[in-house]
DNA sequence: CGATTTTTTGAATCATATCAACGTACGTGG
DNA sequence: CCACGTACGTTGATATGATTCAAAAAATCG
């Protein structure tokens, strides 16, 4: 499942890097050191709860999804990753505690691991990166308050239309049962509600 | 509305230094130093959308609500915060960004605000702090994510169980119409709820 | 092609929202 | 201290919209 470090040039993950992280070229090559490629099938769950993540990951190509089992055995997507997305739990991943989630691969998807203690070491030798990650943090904070008070607001309708205009990619390659459950709804609403827009067209 | 520096101790906050950030008593006497008193009376608005938060608020007695107006008008609490608890728009603290949020008093409030200045200060003169308030917000967004979840799951009756469970003091002072808001309901619907509860009491 | 996954459709049901009205508690000013 | 106004909570009748269950159709994959 893990390999050694990937050896050619990522073009995504360069550009985020000295877009937000201000890497330099030598930078991002010492980055790439502390990475391992991990391949995950199609299916394959990447993790479970009561695990711990050892690694944070980015995706360098595929999707996956994490979501959660709740009382009633039913499954509740907390949020998507595709290319250029990181993906983990960093809770379980900062304090080595059991992971309450699962993190599965909705296609074959490679992704490059930042182990724990690649971690410490990469923010020890540019601890600019350090401060990167504290800011992304606070980034998905924000980010996820809003959507927090989203999901209080507004009928199914807006909030499919809402994640069609913001994240259209997502509609090319994920079914749309899934779509359905991230949006805290079932699929035959999902489907009967697409019906009725395309009915409705939208105001000519 | 604002005022010089409290002069008292403030056991709540002393306490919760001392063991998140590892305070000495010296240290926690430099901290107050920073602060500014501010008081907020019951209905007042302490922040709206549009404006910038220029600080960060802990609270010392009394009772706020966070929330924001949607697109129907309705509004949306996202959070209640009493006592010992820390309220602002972090987003629009560290990025002087426009907030999106209304920060209400629902009791006669005492505040006391870190402003900016003083919080770049404080992270210069005791940098663990820094680290402190960088692990809060790391442990805001591991709940705001499970809160996010949550919000997608169960009935009503269950998250209301929950918030009862988790959150007894907020139903001590808190009128139910905001805990419905909070809950993503009709204060009719909360009434009735609670109504069935009492009429089919818990398991004896 | 056969098997599995995904999407759609229909009918019945159920839970919450909505609208309207009333009861109650609270606090302020006369 | 009472009276009045405001804020809060409850109740009833009705409507709305999503869920549920069952089944079939369509798409995808090996």
Redesign the pocket.
Same mark, same amino acid.
């Given at each position: 499942m893990k390999a050694a470090i990937p050896t050619n040039i990522h073009p995504g993950l360069l550009r985020s890097l000295q877009q937000f992280v201000g890497f330099t070229q030598s930078e991002y090559e010492l980055f790439c050191t502390f990475l391992e490629v991990c391949h995950v099938k199609?299916?394959e769950i990447y993790l479970q709860p009561g695990k711990i993540s050892h690694a944070t990951a980015y995706v360098n190509k595929g999707c996956l999804r994490r979501y959660i089992l709740d009382d009633?055995a039913?499954e509740i997507i907390v949020n998507f990753a595709i290319e250029d997305w990181w993906i983990g739990d960093l809770e379980s991943f900062v304090h080595q505690t059991p992971t309450i989630y699962y993190i599965q691969a909705?296609e074959d998807s490679e992704l490059f691991l930042l182990t724990r203690s690649s971690f410490s070491a990469l923010c020890e030798e540019i601890p600019k990166y350090k401060t990167f990650h504290d800011e992304k943090v606070q980034r998905n904070h924000y980010t996820t308050l809003k959507r927090l008070a989203l999901a209080k607001s507004g009928? %199914? @309708?807006e909030k499919y239309l809402l994640l069609m205009k913001e994240q259209p990619q997502l509609f090319q390659r994920?079914?749309?049962?899934?779509?359905?459950s991230y949006l805290?709804?079932? %699929? @035959?609403?999902?489907?009967?509600?697409?019906?009725?827009l395309t009915e409705k067209p939208q105001k000519s």
């Open positions: 199609k299916k009633h039913k909705l009928t %199914p @309708e994920i079914p749309l049962h899934y779509i359905a805290g709804i079932e %699929p @035959e609403s999902l489907s009967r509600l697409r019906k009725r």
